[in-house]
C-alpha cells in the first residue's frame, strides 16, 4: 500500500481546468482514497518575471494556485507542481523571447545562461504558490537532446552527458528553494538501451546510475501493459537507482473525445500487484490530454476510483463495482459506458486502447482515410450506444458528461459511415442516388452540430476559455467541409460538373490488418486530411 496515492491533471494540452473545478476534482479524489493531486503545467503558470510564459494559454495565477492549495490542504491532498524543465515546452518557441534559447523543436538549449534565468523564475514562483515542496521536474522524451543548436554552438556530445549537466543545474536550482525534485526516468534508460524505454533485460551501467543523484526521486512511467511480469523487470531496473522509485500509472483520458477505461483498469491492475510486492512508497496515475484534452478528467471516476481500490489490495471488480456506487450514486457500469465511443468493433476487448470516436468524427467524407477501418456493425453500435448514454441522463450532477457521449455516439451514428455511402453512390454513376446521399448530410451536421453544443457546455463547465477555439476550429471545419461536399454532390447530381477530384482517387488501406477494426489514431489533423 502505497503512502502517497495521487493523480496527474494535465492542464497544459490546450485545456486549463477551471480552479474551482480542481477543487471538486481534489475533493472527489480524497473521497475515493487519494492523498495526493498533481497539477502538470509545462507553462500553464504564472512566472514572475516572465510575461510571455504561457500569456493567452489560460495560465493559473499566482493567487489561483495558492487558493486551489489551501483548499487541497485542508482536506488532507498534497498538491504537488508537476513542470517540464528540459523538453515538452514547444509552446513557448512561438515566441521572441524564448526562441533563441532551445536546442530544437521543444527542447531548452542545454547550457544557456537564459535557460537557467527562466527556471530560477519557474521554481522562485512555485516557491511563493505551492506549499509542498516536492516538485516534479519532468524531463521526459527530449529524444533530440544536443542535436539543433545545442550540436551547432558546442559540437556533438552523446544526450546522455548533456542529460546529467542540465539535471545537476537543476537540482542545484531546486535545492536552493527548498524543492526536492522527482523526475521521469526514461531518458537514462534510453541512454544505455539504444533509445528504449520499455526493455526486457536491464543494461543499465554504473554511470548512468550514478548521474541520478540521490536527491531526485526517478519516476517509472507506464501505462501499456496488462501483464505483471512486464511491470516485474521495469521495477527491478528502477531499483538500481539511488532513490526509491516513483511510480505513474495511466488512466486513459488521451485518445479522442472518451476514456479508454477497461484497458485502464487491466494495466493498473497489472502494475499495482507489482508495485505492491516492492512497497512503492509513492503512486500516481496520469491523466493526459494529447491533441486538444477533448476528454473529461470526470469520464474516469469509475476508473480512479476502481485504481485507489487495487493499489490498496482490492482487486475484486463486483466488490469495487457495488462500493463505488454506493459512494458516488451512480453505477459502475454506468461510467464505463461513457467509454462506448471507443468501443464500436463487436469482437473488441480490453486488451488494447482505441480512439475511432475522434479519427470517425474528422475522417473526410471524400478523402475517406479512415473508411478502411469501419465495419459493416459499427453505425448500428453507435446508435445504440447513444441509447445507453442516454438513460444516464435524468438529473444527475454528472448528466452532462453523459448528454455530450450520448450525442456524439448520435453524430457517429449517421457520419462513421458516411464516406463509404458517398463513395458508392458516386461510382455507380446513378444521379439520384448521389443526389439522395447529398439529403443525408444534413441529418449528419445536424448531429454534429448538436454534438459541439454540448461538448462547448461541457467545456466551460469544467474548463478555461483558452483552447475552446481549438476545439471550434475542429468542429466548425468539419461543419464547414460538410456543406462543401453537399455542394459538390448537388452539382453532379445536377449535372453542373462532371467529377470530383477526391472520389476519382482510388481509396488505400493506411494500417493493414485493421480493416473493419478500430485502432488508435490521436491527430485531428491526420485524420481529416493528407495535405498538412
Known sequence: ???????????????????????????????????????????????????????????????????????????????IPCIQTLAHLGHLNRWNDYSEHFDCMDILLVGDPRVYELIDNMFATLAKTYTSRRLHIGMDEAMFLGLGRYKAKNGYRGSGEILREHLAKVAEIAAKYGFKPMMWS???????????????????????????????????????????????????????????????????????????????????????????ERDIDTVFFTEWGDDGADCSRFTTMAAMFAAAQMANGNFDRADIAAKFEAQVGYSFEEFMNLELPNLPQTDLTASHYHDPCKYLLFNDPFLGLFDFSVGEGFAAFYADAAKKLAASVNGRAYDYLFDFEQKLCEALAVKCDLGIRIRKAYDSGDKAAIQAVAGEIDAVSAAVRAAYESFRTLWLKENKGHGLEVQEMRFGQLLLRLESCQRRLLQVANGEIDRIDELEEKPLVMHEGFEGKSLVFNSYLASMSACY
Not at 548521474?211 to 496488462?226: C, G, I, L
Open 1 to 79: 500500500m502505497a503512502k502517497t496515492l495521487g493523480i496527474m491533471l494535465d492542464c497544459s494540452r490546450n485545456a486549463v481546468m477551471r480552479p474551482e473545478k480542481v477543487k471538486e476534482f481534489a475533493a472527489l479524489i480524497q473521497s475515493m482514497g487519494y492523498n495526493m493531486l498533481q497539477l502538470y503545467t509545462e507553462e500553464t503558470y504564472e512566472v514572475e518575471n516572465e510575461p510571455f510564459f504561457g500569456y493567452m494559454r489560460g495560465r493559473y495565477s499566482m493567487e489561483e494556485i495558492r487558493d486551489i492549495d489551501a483548499y487541497c490542504r485542508s482536506i488532507g491532498v498534497e498538491l
Open 186 to 276: 526514461d531518458m537514462f534508460i534510453r541512454v544505455d538501451h539504444d533509445g528504449e524505454y520499455y526493455v526486457k533485460e536491464c543494461k543499465l551501467s554504473q554511470a548512468v546510475i550514478d548521474s541520478v543523484p540521490a536527491s531526485v526521486e526517478p519516476v517509472y512511467w507506464d501505462y501499456y501493459s496488462t501483464e505483471k511480469e512486464h511491470y516485474d523487470i521495469q521495477f527491478d531496473m528502477h531499483a538500481k537507482f539511488n532513490s526509491p522509485t516513483v511510480f505513474a500509472g495511466g488512466i486513459w483520458t488521451w485518445t479522442g473525445y472518451a476514456p479508454n477505461l477497461r484497458y485502464s483498469l487491466d494495466a493498473t491492475e497489472a502494475a499495482m500487484k507489482s508495485a505492491a
